[in-house]
């Protein structure tokens, strides 16, 4: 029996990959009237971590138009509880106390549910979505316009020709891999083991619907309410420590949480109601994201630790600066435009504007006088609401915030030389202790 011949499609934008990216500009650039191919590995709904979108996502949902409908179905979300690991230092972020008002609120997403939504609404909006099909080769050039080719779970092959290719494939990063542009944050090298939980508490109100955040001597952990009344809890901490409990991810989260009293806690009487998943080493940039006839979005371009729940929002907003672009850059009324690589220097160089703030605050976190200013703000020059903006999700701060935002990371580093407020006393739960089940 002959084999099955490819099915042979043309496109202007062919996309890799749908999720928060991938849909995102597929859906704007179908809206926008271009042809759209999007090829999706898997089958949605698939599990995926990553549950805490930011404010400023959601004039980004409100613009799909699947704003009501993430409403409908998800937690809001109206800031965040830090907590030290013995509970007696507490910090609220509050988004409505930012210094931009008109972004008060986000919500916890079941991802599944979420990244299921964002794709429907692309192929509602008129792309042609490729669901279990695996790209197994791509070839892009702003003369010749890109070539890809899909398998499929049945077997079958799927060859696409369009003018220009955008890789939102996630941490599996297709371009960037082959052609060795990934590059590992060295002091963000952290993993993570998570799972869901049923019987964890919440605070009574609005704030039940907030992630918490209890706070380490080596790492931290999430708490972040669900639907359905489950939560996803999840340990971070230094990979290669993680790895060295040689421990099963199971036992190694069940002893983190035992020895954390906070955390302790708040699950004490839940049930753990899924498999325990892993993530290790996933702080990274790429030293090319505009390429020739290709552009990296969301993952595929950058990964940042989730420390302050910014992986969707710049996942989805890469996503938007690139179909507007792009969506110029194609042409109208017969006209080829200009898809050279020159034209997408702005966009690579905003991209990396945003992940600069967001990694700026992170490795911050990771060092020694951060969280003794952080977790005990002053209230002057409104630094304070300041931080909150950009961790609402600012990515392009005013010359005002910006300002402020300088002026915190000076407190910081006067906290390490001064000790003006007492350092905060953390606990570590990846450490040998004595009877400890995690080996020395």
């Known amino acids: ?215 380490l001597r080596d790492g931290w952990f999430w708490f972040i309410p669900l639907p359905g009344g489950t939560t996803s809890v999840g340990l971070v901490g230094e990979g290669a420590t993680l790895r060295r409990s040689g421990l099963p991810p199971e036992s190694l989260l069940e002893e983190a949480l035992r020895r954390c009293p906070a955390a302790r806690d708040r699950t004490r009487v839940a049930r753990r109601v899924s498999t325990v998943w892993t993530a290790s080493d996933y702080s990274y940039g790429c030293r090319r994201i505009a390429g020739d006839g290709y552009l990296l979005l969301g993952d595929a371009a950058a990964f940042i630790d989730p420390l302050f729940s910014t992986g969707v929002w710049l996942a989805m907003s890469s996503a938007e600066i690139a179909a507007d672009m792009l969506d110029r850059a194609l042409g109208r009324d017969g006209s080829r435009g200009d898809l050279t690589p020159a034209v997408f220097a702005a966009y690579e160089k905003k991209v990396r504007r945003h992940v600069r703030i967001y990694s700026r605050i992170v490795s911050r976190f990771y060092q020694p006088g951060f969280l003794d200013v952080f977790l005990r703000p002053g209230e002057r020059f409104r630094i304070r609401e300041a931080v909150i903006s950009l961790l609402a999700g600012m990515a392009d701060p005013t010359p005002p915030v910006r300002l402020r935002l300088w002026c915190f990371y000076l407190v910081i580093r006067m906290q390490r030389l001064l000790k003006f407020n007492p350092p905060v006393p953390l606990l570590g739960v990846l450490e040998p202790a004595p009877g400890s089940p995690i080996p020395a």
């Open 1 to 215: 029996m002959s084999a099955r011949a490819p099915v042979e499609v043309g496109a202007d934008v062919c996309v890799i990959g749908g999720g928060p990216a991938g849909s995102t500009a597929a859906a704007l650039l179908a809206t926008a009237g271009r042809s759209v191919a999007l090829f999706e590995k898997e089958i949605f709904p698939r599990f995926h971590i990553g549950e805490s979108l930011l404010p400023y996502n959601m004039d980004l949902l409100r613009r799909l138009g699947i704003l009501d409908r993430v409403a409908e179905r998800f937690v809001e979300k109206w800031g965040a509880h830090l907590v030290s690991s013995d509970g007696a230092i507490t910090r609220d972020i509050v988004f409505a106390e930012g210094f931009v008002p008109g972004h008060p609120k986000a919500y916890q997403v079941l991802r599944s549910s979420f990244d299921e939504l964002l794709l429907r609404n692309a192929a509602d909006r008129g792309a042609r979505v490729y669901e279990g099909h695996a790209v197994i080769e791509a070839t892009h050039s702003h003369r010749d316009g890109c070539a890809v080719t899909a398998r499929g779970r049945d077997g079958g092959t799927v060859r696409c020709r369009a003018r220009f290719l955008l890789d939102a494939s996630g941490r599996d990063a297709f371009v960037a891999s082959r052609r060795g542009l990934r590059d590992m944050m060295p002091r963000l090298r952290k993993a993570a083991i998570f799972a869901h939980y049923e019987g964890v508490p919440r605070t009574p109100g609005s704030a039940g619907g907030n992630i918490v955040l209890v706070l």
